[in-house]
């Protein structure tokens, strides 16, 4: 390393943040297999303490060495503001002591001192489920837990110790250039592990970072894209190494190093490299997927086949990230008095107004009061603490989560429906459907005609903001406004969003902003088809004749990417703007989150919904596991996705005639028959010249249909449990099956000396044939978090769906796309329809009548399944009241109506908001929490989930108001879950004109259960002979604390 880092000339840098910091954080390593005095650790503490902010007793040296030595070097270590690590340790304790020998070794760290225990995912070699559990244990005994996980490669692509001096390595000749773990399985495991509570992710630097000249750039950028700069550390294992992690992260990446590193380390984190980072970005653009090596300063290109897609672009944290300051519900009428306030506050802590101007990125001032501005964390802190502040957030990164869909659900648009809800409703009619979501709209597609439109509703105040390749004058009665907002994300991003790669406008990038849009609100457009899929038929939005204000929010960056800044701000001006619905297809990037209601879209839809304003969200497509649900908030429709009944078929034809049905997307000419070979993993990658190759879904991946394009393969067989989202290219041989039939045609290639399979492009198979099911990808319940308040809400159909897409030289206009944001426009649209049938209903009375209207069969009376490792009848957690029937969502009978107090009592049940907060929230002062008797079960949902169940009956309350006939009684009808007792108090709601509102309870109790189950899942019905009234019921007793260990 250059002589100037060294610490003689080093200069402190004055914006590094004070310890403990969340990012920039350097863990050293300490004694390895032997005692290392005490003087030489009191030496390195006392000269470099306040750089060091972890100690790692690495590999098994604690083992070795005396406690007593461990805990005099953990108390010096607290006594400098180190935390403390054990080393992989674990796997031993678990190979000779399984859990209990665990627990004891936690138990055990803990009463050392020690900080944090380091699990190596790769040693462990246990079930992925397994490890979570490992995790789980580690969290609940007080410690930090840090997964530790190496990425391997075939041995032939590491080069030789005696090639990797720097400079001096030339990359070899490409043989089986393929992962042997694949890096997408590897961060998934590690996000299952960030969502079951760990602190970091550390990433081996074997095969990956050990060597400065075959580093691989291309893999640490993808970690560091997906998990973040904060949630991960490298082991940078020798000066060149850390240096290169400086430049090309900047200085918050997170390094464990040797401790002669510290100092060197810190000069590079210091103030002048890291305006040399910013320059090198600005100027060089993203970081390359390379090796370092070569001549000079290296270049070596990797080989082609190893870099599955481009490197992502990772923001660098910056000096002074974005915070958001939320003060509830607005003070003033006049929005500039509101941000004359928010500069008032700031400038407070910051000094100056110059500066407090310099520093505001946006002004929440229309329907809820807060600002967004550029701080300091000491500066952000002062704000914390400033008395009219409810909240404060860092700025956090989001993502973005047709033809026969109406048909199926039933809102047809022919004459013999002209009594359904889309005719009744006018198609929409008068209804404004903003749109928060990525990419904009591309406003010359078909489906946003105005012809036979009449003027803009008179209560629309928003306009269209022109900017690149988009005029004001794109807008029109159909479209009637577009804006979009970046501030946000440019705040915390290295460089700053440009022309080059977005459209700095409204203007659509990536077509996710038009398929949405189309989907919730499209006009009639004819002759729509995908290569033959639905060929002449008429495409339509569900309120064709709704109005449309699109907000842009996200970004093509990064695979689609937006900042909590923005989204708040384009939530703002809608609330202003006058949109009756929102539809937004954006969730957060982790899928468990214990304070979802502070960031993402929680609260400034909380202040939509309070102003009328329907919100709807998707579930997220983390599925099929348990607990991924995202935008878990009660006052939000939370969103599953479904399938259509339309099955896109493609058949596998074997040389002795046998032929078996797949999915496919594939549209080019039929494959004839064919050599084809069996793979385990991406080992073989390099022999599949020619041939079609079938692999099986297991722990090791499957290469992607591209990488065995690059090396030769003409096609692809995929065995796998089922899923109906399918990710093949259309234009290569790519084929889905499940295992029964893999296994079938495995058998005969094992018994056939030269096996070939012929393969068909793709037919549309429609009608009753086809099963409806939940996605596997669409994200399920409970909410780790609220797990009383059931979510997903409802399920709708957004898999494959037929949606126009933007123009290119080489893409026909109409696509079939998948996932819950694709669901979410869906029922947005039906939402829309029914504002227009019931100006009166509140969101809450929307929701609660598309939610007990749903039905948990198909159109065609077929139980839904739910896809999975095992597919299953679907339940609650899949699809929460069921697939929407929105004939009947028009007529619910009855519907569970919730205001603020229902909203109040769960953020106060959740230990959130306590009175002051919720007084400054809901601008009331008179608004308090409720009494500390009072339970988040008793929130008026339209669902009851028992979560915790100890024995003792539970009694839960409940409110409906009668939206039928004035004259009306109700019987219940119970359906309760297997082994519990349900009993409903009174035995019939009377309704007349006089009352039109009516309260019950329902007591459950455990029947015969004496020990922890899982969820048994049921129902209520309340029915009067023509309506039907359903919510779900979903019971888990809970006897023993820490079940699930």
């Known amino acids: ?321 974005v915070y958001i300051i939320y003060l509830g519900a607005t003070k003033h009428d006049d929005p500039k008095l509101v941000a004359q306030s928010h500069l008032e506050i700031l400038k407070s802590v910051l000094g100056s107004e110059e500066a407090a101007k310099s520093s505001m990125i946006y002004n929440y001032q229309y329907g809820f009061s807060g600002f967004a501005a550029k701080l300091k964390p000491a500066e952000a802190q002062k704000l914390k603490n400033h008395p009219e502040v409810i909240t404060l957030v860092i700025n956090r990164k989001l993502v973005m989560q047709t033809t026969r869909t109406w048909d199926y659900l039933g809102l047809f648009s022919t004459p013999a429906s002209s009594k359904g809800l889309l005719q009744g409703s006018n198609m929409g009619s008068g209804a404004i459907i903003g749109v928060i979501d990525s990419a904009g709209i591309w406003s010359e597609s078909g489906v946003f005609d105005d012809n036979g439109y009449g003027p803009t509703p008179k209560q629309w105040k928003g306009q269209c903001v022109s900017g690149d390749q988009f005029k004001a004058e794109d807008c029109n009665k159909k479209l009637i406004g577009a804006k979009y907002y970046m501030d946000g994300l440019n705040a915390d991003l290295a460089t700053s969003i440009n022309s080059s790669t977005e459209h700095i406008s409204p203007r659509d990038h990536n077509g996710h902003g038009t398929q949405v849009s189309s989907t919730v609100a499209g006009s009639f457009l004819s002759n729509l088809t995908f290569s033959g899929l639905s060929a002449g038929s008429i495409m339509r939005g569900a309120a064709p004749k709704a109005h449309i204000a699109m907000y842009k929010a996200c970004w093509d960056v990064q695979g689609g990417m937006c900042s909590v800044a923005d989204v708040w701000k384009a939530f703002d001006e809608a609330i202003n703007d006058g949109v009756d619905v929102l539809s937004v297809s954006i969730g957060g990037l982790s899928k468990v989150r214990s304070l979802d209601v502070e960031v993402d879209i929680a609260i400034p839809a909380l202040h939509a919904v309070n102003k009328g304003i329907t919100v709807v969200s998707p579930a997220g497509n983390g599925g099929p596991r348990g607990t991924t649900v995202i935008n878990i908030s009660p006052w939000i429709i939370t969103v599953a996705a479904t399938t259509l009944d339309r099955s896109l078929s493609a058949f596998i034809t074997l040389d002795n005639n046998q032929t078996f049905m797949g999915q496919s997307m594939y549209t080019g000419p039929e494959l004839g028959f064919t050599d084809v070979m069996f793979s385990e993993d991406q080992s073989s990658v390099a022999t599949v010249k020619g041939k079609v190759v079938m692999y099986f879904e297991k722990e090791k991946p499957m290469p992607g249909p591209e990488i065995l394009q690059r090396n030769g393969a003409v096609g692809v067989i995929y065995v796998r449990t089922p899923s109906s989202r399918l990710e093949c290219p259309a234009n290569f041989p790519c084929i889905y099956i499940d295992i029964d039939i893999g296994s079938k045609i495995y058998f005969h290639m094992e018994t056939t000396s030269s096996p070939k399979v012929k393969i068909s492009p793709f037919k549309a198979v429609i009608g009753e044939s086809v099963a409806s099911t939940v996605g596997g990808s669409s994200s399920r319940g409970p909410s780790s978090f609220s797990p009383a308040i059931l979510k997903p809400d409802i399920a709708a159909p957004g898999l494959n769906l037929l949606t126009p897409r933007i123009p290119t030289d080489e893409d026909t206009s109409e696509f079939a796309y998948s996932g819950t944001s694709m669901a979410t426009p869906v029922i947005a649209g039906i939402v829309a329809l029914l504002k227009i049938s019931h100006p009166t209903w509140s969101p809450a009375a929307i929701k609660s009548a598309i939610v007990t209207t749903a039905r948990s069969t198909d159109p065609y009376g077929e139980p839904l399944t739910a896809e999975g490792t095992t597919p299953k009848i679907a339940d609650a957690f899949d699809y929460g009241g069921g697939l929407v029937d929105m004939e009947k969502a028009t007529n619910p009978g009855l519907v569970y109506d919730m205001d603020m107090n229902d909203y109040v009592h769960y953020l106060c049940s959740a230990a959130l908001y306590t009175d002051k907060r919720v007084s400054a929230l809901t601008g009331n002062v008179t608004t308090k929490c409720p009494s500390s008797s009072s339970s988040i079960l008793d929130i008026n949902v339209p669902s009851i989930t028992i979560p915790d169940l100890k024995g003792n009956v539970k009694v839960i309350t409940r409110t409906v108001t009668n939206v039928g006939p004035v004259d009306s009684v109700y019987k219940p009808v119970i359906k309760a879950p297997l082994g519990f007792d349900v009993k409903v108090s009174p035995e019939e709601l009377v309704f007349n004109k006089g009352t039109s509102k009516a309260a019950f309870t329902v007591s459950v109790s455990s029947g015969s259960y004496k020990v922890n189950t899982g969820f048994f899942f049921g129902s209520l019905t309340w029915s009067d002979g023509l309506h039907n009234v359903t919510i779900p019921v979903s019971v888990r007793t809970s006897f023993i604390d820490n079940f699930y260990l």
């Open 1 to 321: 390393m250059a002589g100037h880092y060294r610490w003689k000339s080093f200069e402190e840098n004055e914006d590094r943040p004070e310890k403990p910091r969340r990012y920039g954080v350097t863990e050293m390593r300490g004694p390895r297999y032997s005692v290392l005095s005490q003087n030489v650790l009191q030496e390195i503490f006392e000269s470099m303490g306040q750089f060091v902010d972890g100690l790692k007793f690495s590999g098994g040296s604690n083992s070795l060495i005396p406690k007593s030595f461990i805990k005099q070097a953990i108390d010096m270590a607290h006594e400098h503001d180190v935390y403390v690590s054990t080393g992989d340790w674990a796997e031993h304790v678990l190979r000779s002591g399984g859990p209990s020998g665990f627990k004891e070794y936690i138990e055990e760290c803990k009463q050392l001192g020690f900080d944090t225990i380091e699990l190596n995912a790769n040693s462990l070699e246990v079930p992925e489920d397994t490890l979570l559990r490992y995790v789980r244990m580690i969290k609940n005994g007080g410690l930090r837990a840090k997964p530790i996980f190496a990425v391997k490669f075939n041995k032939s692509d590491i080069p030789g110790r005696r090639n990797r001096a720097f400079g001096s390595y030339v990359v070899p000749e490409p043989r089986s250039s393929e992962f042997v773990e694949d890096i997408d399985l590897l961060i998934r495991k590690a996000e299952r592990c960030l969502e079951a509570g760990a602190d970091t992710i550390m990433i081996d630097a074997d095969d990956v970072c050990n060597y400065a000249d075959s580093i691989r750039a291309d893999i640490i950028a993808k970690v560091i894209g997906r998990l973040g700069v904060e949630k991960t550390m490298f082991e940078a294992s020798d000066a060149k190494l850390a240096e290169w992690f400086i430049k090309r992260y900047g200085p918050n990446v997170n390094l464990y190093v040797d401790h002669s590193q510290i100092m060197d380390l810190e000069c590079l984190r210091g103030r002048h490299l890291a305006f040399a980072f910013l320059a090198n970005v600005t100027s060089a653009g993203p970081p390359e997927a390379d090796f370092i090596g070569g001549p000079g300063q290296g270049g070596g290109a990797p080989d082609p086949a190893r870099v599955e897609e481009p490197p992502v672009v990772v923001p660098f944290v910056p000096k002074s990230p």
